[in-house]
């Protein structure tokens, strides 16, 4: 069993930053995949990013690439996801979540973008941001 637990989310302006971490409890967290997903209200959760067991391999939808860095910290037993020039868009519920498909999988495979691909999830944190 896997608990992750979000943090960082918050208020601010557009163009700003925030860094969000994933906390996870359990022996087998350096083993899962790691993804992050959102969801904004009225929409469906959305893939925003995944790492893999070792922080080889990431990946990032379209629309947050070159601003969001997802890394990982297996010591810590904590994934975070840096959010860099913040749009109004990028408001929503950002969720954490660790996967079993992905385990010891050293790439980023289709399944790892989706929410299927993933056992375990946080409660989620808000970001908001302002125009």
């Known amino acids: 069993q896997v608990q992750l637990v979000e943090s960082g989310g918050g208020l601010v302006q557009a163009g700003g930053s925030l860094r969000l971490s994933c906390a996870a409890s359990?022996?087998?967290?350096?083993?899962?995949?790691m993804g992050w997903f959102r969801q904004a209200p009225g929409k469906e959760r959305e893939f925003v990013s995944a790492?893999?067991?070792?922080?080889?391999?990431?990946a990032y939808t379209d629309s947050v690439k070159g601003r969001f860095t997802i890394s990982r910290d297996n010591i810590k037993n904590t994934v975070y996801l840096q959010m860099n020039s913040l749009k109004p868009e990028d408001k929503a519920v950002y969720y954490c979540?660790?996967?079993?498909?992905?385990?010891?999988?050293?790439?980023?495979?289709?399944?790892?973008?989706?929410?299927?691909?993933?056992?375990?999830w946080g409660q989620g944190t808000q970001v908001t941001v302002s125009s």
């Open positions: 359990g022996r087998t967290f350096s083993s899962f995949a």
């Open positions: 790492i893999t067991w070792s922080g080889g391999s990431t």
């Open positions: 979540a660790a996967g079993g498909v992905g385990r010891f999988s050293p790439v980023i495979t289709p399944s790892m973008r989706t929410l299927d691909g993933y056992d375990y």
